[in-house]
T-cell receptor, first 114, second 111 residues
Framework: NAGVTQTPKFQVLKTGQSMTLQCAQDMNHEYMSWYRQDPGMGLRLIHYSVGAGITDQGEVPNGYNVSRSTTEDFPLRLLSAAPSQTSVYFC?????????????FGSGTRLTVV | KQEVTQIPAALSVPEGENLVLNCSFTDSAIYNLQWFRQDPGKGLTSLLL?????REQTSGRLNASLDKSSGRSTLYIAASQPGDSATYLCAVGEGAQKLVFGQGTRLTINP
């Protein structure tokens, strides 16, 4: 049981480049989300999904796209990278918060935009 | 808008001491509250999850309490060890499956 797997672990991008951060879970969790962690700002929600085909915006969605074609995968796309998107990105999943289940986090992707 | 505050921001204590980390939140309409541990450069490890209907949860030397009416949670660590040094994050679970995080308490246990 691998839990939540994020790839890559590290990435350096040039301003204007695009890329996709991958997230996969093998726990059959319905709920998945992306957070970014910045010094002094804590973790902030970017986008989330309550099931395959359903996504919604979180607190800081600008510059990011998501899709959820399968239960297992929830990729995060940076459309045109900017230095302000330098951050550590975490993917998380949960069976059901309404039923009281907690979240499991991946190990993170450290992204630097130059 | 839910706001989560953790005090203190940093704490340094000698090994063996019992200690309490504090978390407060502004909106009591929560599903649950989760405490995480984060080591430098690493991901988040879940420590304890308290359902909104519960008052406390225990795991080993850790005990977390929840008082929804006052908007507070505490994480009690007994007989602290150097390996407990890490940043501890409190996160409130609310509608639409969202977690709202505090900014964490950086804990250092001195041998």
């Amino acid at each position: 049981n691998a839990g939540v797997t994020q790839t890559p672990k590290f990435q350096v991008l040039k301003t204007g480049q695009s890329m996709t951060l991958q997230c996969a879970q093998d726990m059959n969790h319905e709920y998945m989300s992306w957070y970014r962690q910045d010094p002094g700002m804590g973790l902030r929600l970017i986008h989330y999904s309550v099931g395959a085909g359903i996504t919604d915006q979180g607190e800081v969605p600008n510059g990011y796209n998501v899709s959820r074609s399968t239960t297992e995968d929830f990729p995060l796309r940076l459309l045109s990278a900017a230095p302000s998107q330098t951050s550590v990105y975490f993917c998380a999943s949960s069976y059901s918060m309404v039923l009281g289940d907690g979240y499991t986090f991946g190990s993170g992707t450290r992204l630097t935009v130059v | 808008k839910q706001e989560v505050t953790q005090i203190p921001a940093a704490l340094s204590v000698p090994e063996g001491e019992n200690l309490v980390l504090n978390c407060s939140f502004t909106d009591s309409a929560i599903y649950n509250l989760q405490w995480f541990r984060q080591d430098p450069g690493k991901g988040l490890t879940s420590l304890l999850l308290i359902q909104s209907s519960q008052r406390e949860q225990t795991s080993g030397r850790l005990n977390a309490s929840l008082d929804k009416s006052s908007g507070r949670s505490t994480l009690y660590i007994a007989a602290s060890q150097p390996g407990d040094s890490a940043t501890y994050l409190c996160a409130v679970g609310e509608g639409a499956q969202k977690l709202v995080f505090g900014q964490g308490t950086r804990l250092t246990i001195n041998p």
